[in-house]
């Protein structure tokens, strides 16, 4: 079993901080594409506004995910050892291979902890950005809505 990613916070309030702190390199990211794309200060200011800023720090708060990537085995066995999880997965039953991101923390605050899951056989990557996105929008996209920051709609820099 292997695990990359660094960001599995604890409690909903890490997930927000976490997420708020995303917002400088968000703008960074999307100044620096829109130079290579050879924007001017006119087009960057008609194209690049607050939601174009949030939807990549949303893409980066989902790749920085902590992931364990195994076997169905392995996986298999990381939940009977963790019976506080309750397994959110997609994919098929009938494949070798599972990545999962285990959430610290009910996202409702009550009842089990999800584990999202994907599996897959030859595609590890599209798992992985599969699974992220997943893990983003059902356990952490509720919180960071519930007291997002309005630091991203903020008018972008060009």
């Given amino acids: 079993m292997d695990t990359e990613g660094t960001l599995a916070?604890?409690?909903?309030?890490?997930?927000r901080e976490e997420y708020d702190?995303?917002?400088?390199?968000?703008?960074?990211?999307?100044?620096?594409?829109?130079?290579?794309?050879?924007?001017?200060r006119e087009e960057y200011a008609d194209r690049v506004t607050g939601e174009v800023i949030e939807?990549?720090?949303?893409?980066?708060?989902?790749?920085?995910?902590?992931?364990?990537?195994g076997t169905r085995e392995e996986y298999e066995a990381w939940?009977?050892?963790?019976?506080?999880?309750?397994?959110?997965e997609a994919g098929s039953d009938n494949v070798d291979n599972v990545a999962w991101h285990p959430v610290e923390f009910a996202p409702d605050g009550d009842g089990p902890k999800p584990v999202v899951a994907a599996t897959w056989q030859a595609e590890r990557e599209a798992a992985l950005g599969t699974l992220r996105r997943r893990a983003f929008?059902?356990?952490?996209?509720?919180?960071v809505d519930d007291d997002a920051s309005d630091e991203a709609d903020a008018e972008p820099e060009p």
Avoid: N, Q
């Fill in 9 to 15: 916070p604890a409690t909903p309030a890490d997930a």
């Fill in 21 to 40: 702190t995303l917002v400088p390199a968000a703008k960074v990211a999307v100044r620096e594409a829109t130079k290579a794309m050879e924007f001017d």
């Fill in 137 to 143: 929008g059902r356990a952490y996209r509720p919180i």
């Fill in 79 to 88: 939940l009977d050892g963790h019976p506080e999880y309750e397994p959110d």
């Fill in 55 to 69: 939807t990549v720090r949303d893409a980066l708060f989902a790749s920085l995910l902590r992931v364990h990537v």
